[in-house]
C-alpha cells in the first residue's frame, strides 16, 4: 500500500492523539485539518484546556454532528490527494464517504490486537479480563463495519503489573502512542511502502461502550478479585463503581484487596469490619476489599464518616438495570 502524494492529512474523532498527531504535522509544516463531534471538542485535553481550543492552534479545525458527503467537500475542497485518520470517531463511515470522498485512503487509530476486542469500552473491558498486552495498531477502513480492514502498520508492548485505574493505562497507552504515531509519520513522509495484513474474522471479538453511571453498579456477592477488578475498571476518569450505603447512592475509588483474614458468611459480604482514618476494610467472598475513596453524590470523600457496621447494598434491580447495553452519538449518550 502506497498513499503517494499527500497535500492534507484530515484527522477525524477526538481524544489526546488527535491533537498530537496535528501538533506533530504542524511542526513538519504539513496541511492539516481536523474535525470534531461536540462531546469530543468539550473534552478536557491538556492543562484544562478544550480539545476544541487546542485543535484551533494546531489546525484547520472544524466542528460537526452529522457528517455527510456535502460537508466534507465543503471542508476538504478536493478529494485529490488527501490522507484521512480516525482517531475515536464517534461516526460509522459510509461506504459511500470511504470510497467517493476518502478515496479509501481512510486509516484508523486502535489500541486494541485487532480482531481482538473491537468496539468501544476502552480499557474498562481489558481491566475486567486481566489483560497486560498492549498494542499501537492503525489499519484500514474499507467498509462501514466496525474496526475491519487490513492492518498497515502495528507494534506490541506490555503494560506494567502495577498499573490499576483506567486512567493509569490511558496516560502509559498515551506515550506509547505518540512514539508509534511518529515513526508512522516518518514513513509516509517518505513515501514508504506497507505491507497490509488481513483480520482473521473468526478470531474476532467484539465490545460495546459502557456507561459508568449505568453499568458501574457493585455486585457484593462476587469473588473478591472480580470485584476488585470491576471496581478497578471503572476508577478515574470515570465516577466510580456505584452501590449504596445507608440507603444513599455513593461510588467507589482507589481499591485493593487482600486475603489475609477468615473466609466470611455471604451474609457478611458488604458489612465494613475494620476502618482507619485512611480506610476502611470490608468483609466480602474469599477475601476483603481495602476502599480509600467513598464519594458522595456532592463529590466528597466520605471515609471518614463510615463506621464499622455499616453495610453497602446494591439492590438486585440496580444489578439487572446495570447490563443494559448504552449507545453513543456525537453529541453523547443517546437517551433511551
Not at 489546525?59 to 480516525?86: P, Q, Y
Not at 515513526?183 to 511502502?193: C, H, P
Not at 466520605?302 to 453497602?312: C, H, L, S, V
Request: charged share 25%.
Amino acid at each position: 500500500m502506497n498513499f503517494g502524494k499527500i497535500d492534507k492529512f484530515v484527522l477525524i474523532g477526538g481524544g489526546t492523539l488527535i491533537n498530537y498527531f496535528a501538533s506533530q504535522l504542524k511542526i513538519q509544516g504539513l496541511n492539516c485539518i481536523t474535525i470534531v463531534s461536540t462531546r469530543h471538542a468539550n473534552e478536557k485535553i491538556e492543562n484544562d484546556k478544550t480539545l476544541e481550543t487546542l485543535l484551533k492552534k494546531n489546525s484547520n479545525f472544524n466542528k460537526l454532528d452529522d457528517l455527510n458527503s456535502k460537508t466534507i467537500l465543503k471542508i476538504i475542497d478536493s478529494t485529490e490527494n488527501n490522507l484521512f485518520i480516525s482517531f475515536d470517531s464517534p461516526w460509522i463511515f459510509s461506504n459511500d464517504l470511504i470510497k467517493n470522498i476518502f478515496k479509501n485512503k481512510l486509516i484508523n487509530s486502535h489500541s486494541t490486537r485487532l480482531p481482538f476486542d473491537k468496539g468501544g469500552g476502552g480499557f474498562s473491558w481489558r481491566i475486567l479480563n486481566y489483560d497486560k498486552f498492549g498494542i499501537c495498531l492503525l489499519h484500514m477502513i474499507n467498509n462501514n463495519k466496525i474496526d475491519q480492514g487490513e492492518i498497515l502498520m502495528y507494534e506490541e508492548f506490555l503494560f506494567p503489573h502495577h498499573l490499576k485505574k483506567p486512567i493509569d493505562f490511558q496516560k502509559f497507552q498515551i506515550e506509547k502512542e505518540k512514539i508509534f504515531l511518529n515513526k508512522f509519520l516518518n514513513e509516509i513522509i517518505k513515501n514508504k511502502n506497507f505491507n497490509l495484513i488481513n483480520q482473521p474474522s473468526y478470531l474476532s471479538t467484539y465490545m460495546p461502550r459502557l456507561s459508568s453511571v449505568d453499568n458501574g453498579w457493585i455486585d457484593w456477592n462476587i469473588d473478591i478479585i472480580e470485584l476488585f477488578a470491576f471496581i478497578c475498571a471503572f476508577d478515574d476518569p470515570y465516577v466510580g463503581s456505584s452501590t449504596l450505603l445507608n440507603g444513599k447512592l455513593v461510588r467507589i475509588k482507589s481499591v485493593n484487596f487482600t486475603k489475609a483474614e477468615k473466609e466470611f458468611h455471604p451474609y457478611e459480604y458488604g458489612l465494613v469490619f475494620r476502618k482507619t482514618d485512611k480506610w476502611i476494610v470490608v468483609a466480602c467472598k474469599s477475601g476483603c476489599l481495602i476502599i480509600e475513596e467513598v464519594i458522595d453524590t456532592r463529590g466528597n470523600n466520605i471515609i471518614n464518616k463510615i463506621k464499622t457496621g455499616d453495610r453497602f447494598i446494591t439492590p438486585y434491580k440496580k444489578l439487572d438495570a446495570a447490563k443494559k447495553r448504552y449507545f453513543y452519538t456525537p453529541k453523547g449518550k443517546k437517551k433511551s
